[in-house]
């Protein structure tokens, strides 16, 4: 069929009966879902696609069938067989009683059953005798390994070693381990076969959604990583791997960082060094109080040898001289106040020399 254009297959089975899900699976073979049983009766007659493709349609093995289980303890006494005939009325076609082990290393009944129903969705309750007995959903654990114990593969497929279900250690047959528990898969202080494991209960909703949704392994669990993340669990693991190891043991990017830095210090930028340039050819200054007494004492010290420079002639008079003698201390008196302010706002300026 993988030959044939997917719209010649559509037209031809509507035609047949409409409304029909088409999708292909991995064998290349064709899933067709119906909404009823009539629609199935009709396809199931089918012998032919558009009259020149010889086809067989046929009801799939495990879809169209749905497994729960029930509760009770007067069933335990009757075999297999017995308990198989009186519920065929409620379309049962097989069954299987659920045991458990006791601390003597024996098997014990439970009083549970698992019942494989002829229907797509189990009932909710189903008659058993003159019991009325609600059916559950029975959902598989999940698959493990029993020889890493790791989820997933069978032990005849894997690779790894064995290991112990209570140390998670390399498996020795020495009698009950006296080393502390550690789980192989979440690395949490409890035995590997704990189903208190984030990562065996993640596994198990992952089992749960395949069940009732009736989907494939891997859309289950794309469906449950699209509700939650992957559990985290501690990565200190006893049994690492190659990559590990080698990522421990190599310096971290701001190790690696600091050592560069140490070895290579930065080089100042031209901006760095055009500031520090401009901050060395500035003089420091000196306080304003300061230089005011420097100036009072410079203008004290022109005044007095203005006087001492004064003509001495007994000639002289200060009828004769009134003029000149006031010119001269005026005129020094406001050259000084000029130098004085000039002085003072170049040191506001910061521009003292």
């Known amino acids: 069929m993988s030959n044939v254009s997917p719209f010649l297959i559509k037209t031809a089975i509507d035609n047949i009966t409409p409304n029909v899900q088409i999708s292909r699976i991995r064998d290349g073979s064709l899933l067709l879902k119906t909404i009823d049983q009539n629609q199935a009766v009709k396809l199931m007659k089918q012998s032919t696609l558009a009259g020149e493709i010889g086809i067989k349609i046929c009801e799939h093995p495990t879809l169209n069938q749905s497994r729960g289980t029930i509760h009770c303890p007067d069933l335990i006494s009757l075999k297999d067989e017995g308990i198989l005939e009186g519920l065929k009325e409620s379309h049962v076609v097989a069954v299987r009683r659920m045991t458990r082990i006791t601390k003597e290393k024996k098997s014990e009944d439970t009083g ?3 019942l494989t129903f002829n229907l797509s969705q189990i009932p909710l309750t189903m008659d058993v005798g003159f019991y009325n007995c609600r059916v559950r959903q029975y959902v598989p ?7 890493c114990l790791k989820f997933g593969p069978k032990a005849d ?8 279900a209570d140390c998670a250690q390399l498996y020795h047959d020495n009698g009950p381990c006296s080393s502390k528990q550690v789980c192989v898969n979440c690395r949490n202080e409890h035995n590997s076969w704990s189903k208190k494991c984030p990562i065996y209960e993640d596994e198990f909703e992952i089992q749960r959604i395949r069940v009732t949704e009736k989907l494939p392994m891997r859309e289950a669990r794309k469906k449950r990583r699209s509700q939650v993340p992957a559990p985290i669990f501690a990565t200190t693991t006893p049994n690492r791997s190659f990559a590990g190891v080698l990522r421990e043991s190599l310096p971290t990017h701001n190790e690696q960082r600091r050592e560069h830095q140490d070895r290579h210090p930065a ?3 031209d901006k760095q060094l055009n500031e520090k340039h401009e901050v060395g050819r500035q003089l420091p200054t000196r306080p304003i109080e300061n230089v005011s007494n420097i100036l009072r004492e410079q203008k004290d010290n022109t005044l007095n040898t203005t006087e001492k420079e004064k003509p001495s002639s007994h000639h002289a008079s200060k009828e004769n001289h009134p003029t000149q003698t006031a010119g001269i201390s005026i005129n020094f008196q406001n050259n000084m106040n000029d130098t004085f302010e000039k002085t003072m706002d170049n040191i506001m300026n910061e521009k003292l020399f």
């Open 112 to 114: 549970t059953f698992i």
């Open 157 to 164: 497929q894997c690779r790894g070693n064995k290991v112990c």
């Open 267 to 269: 080089q100042p930028t």
């Open 141 to 147: 654990a999940p698959l493990r390994c029993t020889n």
